[in-house]
C-alpha cells in the first residue's frame, strides 16, 4: 500500500522560502512518476510540479516556473520541493501525489495522495 506523509509546511513572508517533504513507502519508487499539487480556499487542485524518478526529467506549472523546485533523494524515498520567492498567492494546502502509469500535472493522472501540508504566505 502506498504511503505518502508530507512535511515542511507553514507560515511565512511574502518573499521568504519552504522546502516542502514527502516520505514515500510502499513500492518501488524509481517506476513512479511524483509529483506536488496545491489547493487554494475554495479553489480546485492544481498541479505545481512532477518528476519522472526513473528519467530525472521535471515539469512546471507556468505559474511556479524560476521559483519552485522538485527534486528527490532515492536513497530516503523522499520527493522535495523548494519554494523560493513566495507570494500570498501561493497560499494553499499543498499536496504529494504518485502514480505508476500516468504523469503530468493533471490530478486525473494520480491514484495516490499524501494528506497535505499547509503553506501561508502573508503579503
Known amino acids: 500500500q502506498v504511503q505518502l506523509v508530507e512535511s515542511g509546511g507553514g507560515s511565512v513572508q511574502a518573499g521568504g522560502s519552504l522546502r516542502l517533504s514527502c516520505a514515500a513507502s510502499g513500492y518501488t519508487y524509481s517506476n513512479f512518476c511524483m509529483g506536488w499539487f496545491r489547493q487554494a480556499p475554495g479553489k480546485g487542485r492544481e498541479g505545481v510540479a512532477v518528476?519522472?524518478?526513473?528519467?530525472?526529467?521535471?515539469v512546471y506549472a507556468d505559474s511556479v516556473k524560476g521559483g519552485f523546485t522538485i527534486s528527490q533523494d532515492r536513497a530516503k524515498n523522499t520527493l522535495y520541493l523548494q519554494m523560493n520567492s513566495l507570494k500570498a498567492e501561493d497560499t494553499a494546502m499543498y499536496y504529494c501525489?504518485?502514480?505508476?502509469?500516468?504523469?503530468?500535472?493533471?490530478?486525473?493522472?494520480?491514484?495516490?495522495w499524501g494528506q497535505g501540508t499547509q503553506v501561508t504566505v502573508s503579503s
Open positions: 518528476i519522472l524518478p526513473a528519467r530525472g526529467s521535471t
Open positions: 501525489a504518485a502514480d505508476k502509469i500516468r504523469c503530468g500535472l493533471s490530478t486525473r493522472m494520480f491514484g495516490d
